[in-house]
């Protein structure tokens, strides 16, 4: 069965970075695409940023500049690292999965990301 783990969410500073893992098991990782999602209270579920399985990435406006996703095929982990945090940041955010070829698409239980003084 498909799972997907999230770990590093936290406490963090406005100003603050963060690092955001996502572990994949039971799919080929390597030739899917994986994306990063976040959900603020009050406020839809929104992309904040995908990556093929080529490499290719792409962001919210909100958080270019900031954000950097990024995956180890070698680990099935996709990484989201997080500079430069502001409060509107605060969200659970969600790891995702989308196989190549298919339509099927998992996601991850989320971790909290909290971004106060």
Same mark, same amino acid.
């Given at each position: 069965?498909?799972?997907?783990?999230?770990?590093?969410?936290?406490?963090?500073q406005p100003g603050g970075s963060q690092r955001l893992s996502c572990a994949a098991s039971g799919i080929i990782f390597r030739t899917s695409a994986m994306g990063w999602y976040r959900q603020?209270?009050?406020?839809?579920?929104?992309?904040?940023?995908?990556?093929? $399985?080529?490499? $290719?990435?792409?962001?919210?406006? $909100?958080?270019?500049?900031?954000?950097?996703? $990024?995956?180890?095929?070698?680990?099935?982990?996709v990484?989201?690292?997080?500079?430069?945090?502001k409060p509107e940041d605060t969200a659970v955010y969600y790891c995702n999965a989308a196989p190549v070829g298919t339509r099927n698409r998992y996601w991850g239980q989320g971790t909290q990301v909290t971004v106060s003084s």
């Open positions: 069965q498909v799972q997907l783990v999230e770990s590093g969410g936290g406490l963090v603020a209270p009050g406020k839809q579920r929104e992309l904040v940023a995908a990556i093929t $399985s080529g490499g $290719s990435t792409n962001y919210a406006d $909100s958080v270019k500049g900031r954000f950097t996703i $990024s995956r180890d095929n070698a680990k099935n982990t990484y989201l690292q997080m500079n430069s945090l």
